[in-house]
């Protein structure tokens, strides 16, 4: 499909060289991508100044999106925050779900995932729950937000706050970027926008100046905390300066254990930022009781290890679950072949179908595979040596 297109077209939109251009599409960081009638091209990996999730869409206007930044973290409150922001600061909930972009292509409203494909599953669910004729006054803006719950594919987190009649889902838009240049309107504007257009989004917990923004923010991690939620994303006012995230004890002990549930796939990668967050948490929190932060920890890396050894001994095989909710078999169909473009290991294991008030829906239980853990498990339960 790109030989209708004009490379340098291409290029020139995306501000770099016919050369580059080539040199990504023979690495293979530019692949091609359709949903529907919507062609685009997505950048794998970043490549020079465009980042990670970088769309163009081959239509007319060669409509570019850019990619999500990355996020940095402060590992200390103290001085970090006060060295990184200028003068006042807003603090926002991070919330725990995936990322995603919404803009306006062809006449549609699209939600792009993280990785720059049009996720079928959010499109079709941010189409059902939001107004977004924002998007049709200014259509050089992308949505950013989270999209989070219980049902959805990529990160089930429960949340009281999205509970449906039949799901546990909403979307909460926390950046409007333009979505051309990855500048964002500034806090202020951002809110009174989506206020205006009666969108949900996160709101500020709190506006600070920076110098004791990190007092403001322990205390308001330790509520997170407690309340079980991720914790906090620290944003300039003007959003000129990238924000900051920071979370809590709970998050790093329920990531941990989600990847010893599946520690032969997952563990390496999560375990060590893990620890040393906790480890400059501790230090900062001048924690009275050490002992309980050390055992939570703990078991949140040996529980769920021995729970999986023990299925596996058992025959069972360990699966992440996942309930989703669907409006049709072919919305179903639709969902499942994009998982396996996507490369995800999936088994159904249940499907229901279930009445709501607005008339028959689908209820799917999807198993994520992880064949390493299992495997390895097995082996090793079989008497295999340890080798590498
Ligand atoms: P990265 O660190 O590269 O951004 P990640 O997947 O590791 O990616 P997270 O640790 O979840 O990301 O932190 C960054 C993400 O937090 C953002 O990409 C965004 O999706 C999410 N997020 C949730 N709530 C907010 C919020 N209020 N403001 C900004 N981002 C938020
Ligand atoms: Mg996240």
């Keep these: 499909m790109i030989s209708t297109y004009n490379l340098e077209d291409i290029a020139n939109k995306l501000n770099i060289s016919l ?42 206007n060669l409509d570019v999106v850019r990619g999500y930044p990355k996020t940095y973290r402060a590992i200390t409150l103290y001085p970090t925050i ?3 922001f200028v003068d006042k600061v807003a603090i926002e909930e991070k919330l725990n779900g995936y990322n995603i972009r919404v803009v306006k292509v062809n006449d549609k409203y699209v939600a792009l995932t993280r990785s720059g ?68 309107l500034p806090v202020k504007e951002r809110l009174s926008l989506l206020e205006k257009y009666n969108l949900p989004h996160t709101k500020p917990i709190k506006i600070v100046d920076k110098d004791i923004a990190h007092e403001e923010i322990k205390n308001i991690i330790l509520e ?56 400059f948490m501790a230090y900062e929190f ?52 994009f998982m396996r473009k996507m490369r995800m290991v999936i088994k159904i294991k249940k499907i229901e179908r279930i009445n709501t008030s607005e008339g028959e829906k689908l209820k799917v239980l999807i198993g994520k595979v992880y064949n390493k853990t299992n495997d390895k498990i097995l082996a090793y339960l079989n008497g295999t040596v340890w080798s590498e």
Aim: aromatic residues 14%.
């Design 117 to 184: 494909y049009i996720c079928p599953f959010t499109t079709k669910k941010i189409n059902k729950y939001l107004d977004l004729n924002i998007l049709d006054d200014y259509p050089n803006y992308m949505l950013c937000g989270e999209m989070i719950g219980k049902n959805n594919p990529y990160t089930p987190f429960y949340y009281e706050e999205v509970e449906k009649e039949y799901e546990n889902l909403g979307f909460y838009i926390f950046d409007i970027k333009e979505k051309e240049t990855n500048n964002s």
């Design 82 to 84: 006060k060295n990184h």
């Design 224 to 279: 997170l905390d407690k309340k079980g939620r991720e914790g906090v994303v620290i944003k300039d006012l003007d959003m000129t300066v990238p924000p900051l995230k920071y979370t809590t004890h709970f998050i790093h002990c329920k990531d941990l254990e989600e990847a010893f549930t599946f520690f032969f796939d997952l563990g390496v990668d999560f375990i060590f930022s893990r620890v040393v967050r906790e480890g």
């Design 19 to 60: 050369k580059d251009l080539n040199k990504a599409f023979k690495k293979g960081i530019l692949r091609e991508y359709e949903y529907k009638d919507i062609k685009l091209l997505t950048f794998k990996k970043e490549f020079k100044h465009l980042e990670k999730g970088t769309v163009i869409f081959l239509n007319e």
């Design 286 to 337: 001048n924690d009275e009781d050490l002992d309980k932060r050390a055992y939570d920890i703990g078991k949140s890396i040996i529980f769920p290890m021995v729970e999986s050894i023990k299925k596996v001994a058992n025959n069972e095989r360990v699966t992440e679950d996942i309930e989703l909710i669907f409006d049709s078999e072919e919305d179903l169909d639709e969902y499942l072949e």
